[in-house]
């Protein structure tokens, strides 16, 4: 069974920042090496879930252009942890931010894939 448990939210001024993580239990890089992958996305209220970053398993990384040079996904595979660190935060990136685990296509991991597991997710607020 996957679990995955965001934690890091908050309330922030414009150009703070904060790091969002999410603890993965059941999804592992070593156990689902072959089609890792593991993604932050966000929602606001009235809009469309959108996909923030991904990363898979050769660690690289994608980003949706809207948060790119502020915001960067990492991992630590020993942890099983996944990590966003967003900086310069704007008030147009308030949402709810959900961690997401293995893409519905395998071997497709980009911002906008459908991912099989999700968090319940963490509020960032950004006055």
């Known amino acids: 069974q996957v679990q995955l448990v965001e934690s890091g939210g908050g309330s922030v001024q414009a150009g703070g920042s904060l790091r969002l993580s999410c603890a993965a239990s059941?999804?592992?890089?070593?156990?689902?090496?072959?089609?890792?992958?593991m993604g932050w996305f966000r929602q606001a209220p009235g809009k469309e879930r959108e996909g923030v970053a991904v990363i898979d398993k050769t660690s690289t990384t994608y980003y949706t252009d809207s948060v790119k040079g502020r915001f960067t996904i990492s991992q630590d595979n020993d942890k099983n942890t996944l990590y966003l660190q967003m900086n310069s935060l704007k008030p147009e990136d308030s949402a709810m931010y959900y961690c997401?685990?293995?893409?519905?296509?395998?071997?497709?991991?980009?911002?906008?894939?459908?991912?099989?597991?999700w968090g319940q997710g963490t509020q960032v607020t950004v006055s």
């Open positions: 997401a685990a293995e893409p519905v296509l395998f071997g497709v991991c980009g911002v906008r894939a459908g991912f099989n597991y």
């Open positions: 059941g999804y592992t890089y070593s156990t689902n090496y072959a089609s890792y992958c």
